[in-house]
């Protein structure tokens, strides 16, 4: 009920395109549902987070969709560039317990 | 959001030696959290620590393993103890800020021989 299941593993996308990763959960409890990015080296950095009670978010070029019925959460990278090139991990946390359940992350290359 | 600076960046260290790595933060925090990222992997809480309690482990993780200490509200350490190449990861100090954001710090990559 705690997991965070994350796809795809790794994605290639071109520059330019859209990149699309998807999560999903079981835990109906989970009110916060944050996306973090990291670059090798380095902590992850917090890109763009959603609550339940909103469809879709959107912040530049990062877009976060929401469907609580199928349970489900998706990031969308509009314009994708090389720069993006990361891993990608979504999150979810029921707030009452403070902590973050973590995706298996994805793997995003664009390529030039 | 909260700058979060962590010590030391990286150490190698020999199978049976204990580290202690800081995690310092530029403002006040009630909630603190350590990670373990292994190479390739997702990450892995700890702990919890709270200024003025014990840390909440998860499980899998013991305090004789991982003793935590929270002196104040901008300061944690974590220790590995009895290190073993297993323990080679990357260890993450985080913070919650607000009511919901987490931040984390640059890690600290270990590596035990």
């Known amino acids: 009920q705690q997991q965070v299941k994350q796809s795809p593993q790794s994605l290639i996308v071109q520059k330019g395109g859209i990149s699309i990763i998807n999560c999903a959960y079981e835990?109906?409890?989970?009110?916060?549902f944050p996306w973090y990015q990291q670059f090798p080296g380095k902590g992850p950095a917090l890109l763009i987070a959603?609550?339940?009670?909103?469809s879709e978010k959107k912040e530049g070029r990062f877009t976060i969709s929401f469907n609580k019925s199928a349970k489900q959460f998706s990031l969308h990278i509009m314009d994708s560039q090389p720069g993006d090139s990361a891993t990608y991990f979504c999150a979810a946390r029921n707030t009452g317990f403070q902590k973050l359940v973590f995706g298996t992350g994805t793997r995003l290359l664009v390529s030039p | 959001s909260a700058v979060i600076s962590q010590k030391p960046s990286r150490d190698i260290c020999q199978r049976g030696t204990s580290l202690t790595i800081q995690c310092q933060v530029d403002s006040q925090v009630t909630m603190m959290f350590w990670y373990r990222q292994q190479p390739g992997q997702s990450l892995t809480l700890i702990a919890t620590a709270n200024q003025g309690s014990e840390a909440t482990y998860e499980s899998g993780f013991v305090i004789d393993k991982f003793p935590i200490s929270r002196p104040n509200l901008t300061f944690s350490t974590l220790t590995v103890s009895n290190m073993s190449p297993e323990d080679s990861s990357i260890y993450l100090c985080?913070?919650?800020?607000?009511?919901?954001?987490?931040?984390f710090g640059p890690g600290t990559r270990l590596t035990v021989l």
């Open positions: 835990n109906t409890a989970f009110d916060y």
């Open positions: 959603i609550r339940p009670d909103v």
């Open positions: 985080s913070v919650a800020q607000g009511a919901n954001e987490q931040f």
